[in-house]
């Protein structure tokens, strides 16, 4: 057996018998925001806003609907996998509430997390917003257990161009089969001389691990048809390409993110605006 087949075989052990160190890690996506390298904290301006911080949906203006699938270590030789479905909807002078479905896993565990999330301007400029998780796990054999987390993001326009963004998810620590999830804190700066350019730096920290920082950079080639993006990655190192196509309110969206010793993560979505 191949090295690589040995270590997704594992990986899949890892995912099946404990569920602390999957962790439902994958509650952070979004295409958009893995085509940065999940830099997005403080650029958060569409529905992604709902899994990097949800103070961001108050600059979300019209109604969004998003779709994903991603296949995650080009499935780990078990069909490892995550998929969501999300909306999101301006309300007048109350912001912006989403409502999100995820689930990551294969044959025999899913991991499933139903996201409600409200982001408000508290002044000009300046964003707060929360989301409510409901965790299920789903263990072939080992029945589910259940848990609730709490995330909290403000978001800030500093000066001219620049952003910044605070995140907070599962502040409470929820326990889910008697595991706790882990708690991740993360803080963005982001840079926007115009709608057409994003810049991006996350430095995020989840207690007893390293710090990861993440760099983010996306441009706007063609208005409404055409965006690029890329980013990189540290804790492990990784390097990630996203491309949108677009007609109208239309958007096709593609991330892959590299991995030190796994295959490739690919990730295709579809966004609408309506």
Not at 11 to 19: I, T
Not at 228 to 242: C, D, K
């Amino acid at each position: 057996m191949s090295p690589i087949k040995l270590l997704c075989g594992v990986l899949a052990v890892l995912f099946a018998f404990h569920p602390a160190l999957a962790g439902f890690e994958e509650n952070e996506s979004s295409v958009r925001a893995e085509g940065m390298a999940g830099a997005f904290t403080a650029v958060a301006d569409d529905i992604g806003a709902m899994n990097f911080n949800p103070a961001g949906l108050f600059q979300v203006e019209v109604r969004q609907f998003q779709g994903f699938y991603k296949l995650l270590y080009g499935g780990a030789g078990v069909g490892l996998h995550t998929m969501e479905f999300g909306v999101c909807l301006p309300l007048p002078k109350l912001g912006t509430v989403g409502l999100r479905a995820q689930e990551t896993g294969f044959e025999l565990e899913a991991q499933r997390s139903l996201k409600l999330c409200h982001g408000f301007q508290l002044a000009e400029g300046l964003g707060f917003g929360y989301g409510l998780n409901g965790y299920n796990l789903s263990q072939k054999g080992l029945g589910q257990g259940f848990g609730f987390g709490l995330d909290l993001g403000l978001f800030c326009r500093v000066y001219r161009f620049w952003t910044a963004g605070f995140y907070v998810h599962n502040l409470n620590t929820p326990r889910l089969a008697g595991e706790e999830l882990p708690r991740l804190l993360t803080f963005g700066l982001g840079f926007s001389p115009g709608p057409e350019i994003h810049s991006a730096l996350d430095i995020s920290k989840e207690p007893g691990q390293p710090t990861r920082i993440a760099v983010g950079q996306e441009f706007r080639i063609i208005q409404d048809h055409l965006t690029v993006r890329a980013g990189v990655q540290t804790e492990p190192v990784r390097l990630a390409f996203g491309l949108r196509l677009g007609v109208r309110q239309i958007f096709l969206d593609y991330a892959v993110l590299t991995h030190p010793v796994m295959p490739l993560t690919h990730d295709l979505g579809l966004l609408l605006q309506f």
